[in-house]
């Protein structure tokens, strides 16, 4: 994997990183906006030793198929899909709400040091 790839990947978990931190509302809601901001990111885009563990993030947030949701707006009504990360995050206990989050840090941190060595630890 290029120097050029690994940027862009840590690019993309540091925008999820900062909307765990600085988003809006509650942790399951700035889960689902990180979550939301990693979707342009594929398992091959990891280096091999993290690979594993972005698929079972991705796995974890993404359980449950998604829903189709009725909604009436200014006198219509709609159908929607929901996706899988709306059919999951919310629904999810707290304790692992909270162990994805802190394994988006941890894959960020693990990303920096194979770019940068110490530096950033």
């Known amino acids: 994997m290029s120097q050029v790839d ?5 690019s993309v978990i540091e ?7 600085l988003g809006r509302g509650d942790l399951k809601t700035r889960l689902l ?10 398992v091959k885009d990891f280096p091999s030793d993290l690979q ?4 079972a993030l991705v796995e974890t947030c ?3 198929p998604s829903k189709t ?5 200014e006198g219509h009504v709609y159908t929607e899909q929901s996706g899988t990360l709306m059919a999951t995050i919310p629904y999810m206990r707290w304790v692992t709400v909270d162990k994805v989050a802190r394994e988006i840090i941890a894959i960020e941190s693990q990303l920096r040091f194979e770019l940068y060595g110490d530096v950033y630890r």
């Open 69 to 73: 949701i009725t909604i009436v707006r």
């Open 6 to 10: 690994l940027h862009y990947t840590l």
């Open 15 to 21: 925008r999820a990183s900062d909307a765990l931190a």
């Open 52 to 55: 594993a563990r972005y698929e």
């Open 33 to 42: 906006s990180a979550m939301i901001s990693l979707t342009p990111l594929d």
């Open 62 to 64: 993404t359980r449950n």
